[in-house]
């Protein structure tokens, strides 16, 4: 197997896996540690049923069923669709999901290790997803900031991003069709702002504007204001890669060191892409 940069320290592809065939242990552990080293790792030419795709995702940790419940894989509810396109006039998949940076999951009490993407019908423009080194942004924090968060743990839930209030319901009002999610997903769950890597040793930021909503034991202006900082570091444009997708394509990230967002930009295209995300099992 062969790994090439995609980019600058940043990220891996491989053009040499096909994840669909039988992969004894050791070979697998090469993959791990490659999506260990480039927090996002693009395996190139695929070809996977709903079976193949769940088994291959086993392999990195137990799958975590999206909490937005009506657009599961009908073959197994531990892919989430993602689609624009209609059906008899009704949504086959999640249209639009992520327009905000966010790491996958962290609203719940195990959040996620790995997230998956299989790309199946792509528009030729538009549709790409943002990656934000966190390992990156947390090294580069101000002094000022790194002292504000070391030791703190951030304050998580989903109501920010899902509740009608929140900016995912204020940027979709007079959606035809209306968001469900299971009642985890409005909880709020304690994690670390500066989160060490199991497999790496490595700290990085934890901390979304999607899901992060406050930092424990801090008055909520101050931690606003705190956060308003922090989102508006770890997204600089020297810590982001930009990935355009093509068919094909099986993307990997670690949510433990980056933050994601996708971009849109396809109306009036088709897409269609297969997610799985795989909760963390060494915090279980």
Request: aromatic share 10%.
């Amino acid at each position: 197997m062969k790994f090439t940069p995609l980019a600058p320290g940043f990220g891996l592809e491989s053009s040499d896996i096909d994840v669909s065939r039988s992969m004894p242990r050791a070979k697998f552990s090469r993959i791990e540690r490659a999506l260990f080293q480039g927090q996002v790792l693009v395996l190139h030419g695929q070809k996977l049923s709903a079976k193949k795709f769940v088994a291959f995702g086993r392999r990195f940790g137990p799958p975590e069923p999206h909490v937005i419940d009506q657009f599961h894989h009908p073959d197994d509810p531990n892919i989430l669709i993602l689609s624009n396109v209609r059906i008899d006039g009704k949504p086959s998949g999640l249209a639009d999901a992520g327009t905000y940076f966010h790491t996958d999951y962290s609203y719940l009490q195990v959040p996620a290790r790995a997230t998956m993407l299989y790309s199946i019908e792509v528009p030729q423009e538009g549709g790409n997803t943002l990656f934000a080194n966190q390992y990156a942004a947390w090294d580069g924090l101000p002094a000022s900031l790194r002292t504000s968060l070391e030791g703190r743990m951030g304050i998580h839930s989903a109501r920010r991003g899902y509740s009608p209030q929140g900016m995912y319901g204020e940027r979709d009002k007079g959606r035809s069709m209306a968001i469900k999610y299971g009642e985890s997903a409005m909880k709020t769950q304690l994690h670390p702002l500066g989160r060490k890597h199991t497999e790496t040793g490595r700290v990085a930021l934890f901390a979304s504007p999607g899901y992060t909503i406050g930092i424990e034991g801090m008055p909520d202006d101050e931690a606003q204001q705190v956060l308003r900082e922090v989102f508006a570091h770890q997204s600089k444009p020297e810590y982001v890669y930009r990935h355009h997708w093509s068919e094909g394509l099986l993307t990997l990230w670690d949510n433990r060191c980056l933050i994601h967002a996708a971009t849109g930009g396809y109306e009036g295209h088709r897409r269609l892409l297969h997610r799985i995300t795989v909760a963390d099992r060494t915090l279980q």
